[in-house]
């Protein structure tokens, strides 16, 4: 019992410096947007800051980090939308057939999810420049679900696995057909874990850079990543402005993952990543 209860202490010490390491950085970055110039690199650092200032939100706002959010939702929840559209019934096939061919679907997926975005974002843009795409928003949508759609079947697959089958041949019995019975009983069950895949669905679109980069070079359409890559390099590095920005930029994922926690842990707890 001892040797337990010395052992539950270790892990407690071990999670909270996981924690510390992981939550150091944020903290730096949010209060260093509070900071003026001289007091960030002063030794030794100040962990909570004395001279507030707001003169850098002020830049900010003013280099129009607003507009930029509001590209980066459009395409982060577009491409969301059309993933979880798409990945839901390929992986529902998937997990259903029991052809060998599927599982070949299934190997090229996750072959197509080791693919890095640099990689492609070359022949992407080519195609979408001869389609009249490029400096659209349907261009990085589609370029970001080129990643997110393998990821999404591929743990859809698994969360799809676990709902019963008797589930739905009751509703087929009852007279619904196979896509009611999609529709009305296999993606209600599984909701949990389409809401994990949906949240990291969106969050990969939310923090592309490089395929926004590579499709527009409209400054008005493009998202906050590339706004914080603009924004940098337009003035002399001010890097309680850059603080600011990207704090901004970080703060819509933390609230997201604040209001969906308990989704979340559900999703995580019913299996959608086993």
Known sequence: MKK???????YSVIAILILILYFAPLYWMFVSGFKPPQDLFEYPPKLIPTNITFEPLQRVFAAGVLRY???SFIIAGSSMIFTMIVASFGAYAIARLKARWANWILLFFLVAQML???LMATPLFIIFYNMGLTNTYLAVILANSTLAVPFAVIMLRTVFLQVPKDLEEAAMIDGCTRFQTVIKITFPVAKSGMVVVSVFSFIFAFGDFI???SMMNQEHMQPATVGLYNFMGSQAIQWNSVMSFASLTALPLIIIFIVLQKRIVQGLSAGAFK
């Open 69 to 71: 959010l509001r590209n």
């Open 116 to 118: 890095p975005p640099v």
């Open 211 to 213: 395929y926004a980069l």
């Open 4 to 10: 337990l209860m010395n052992n539950k202490y270790l």
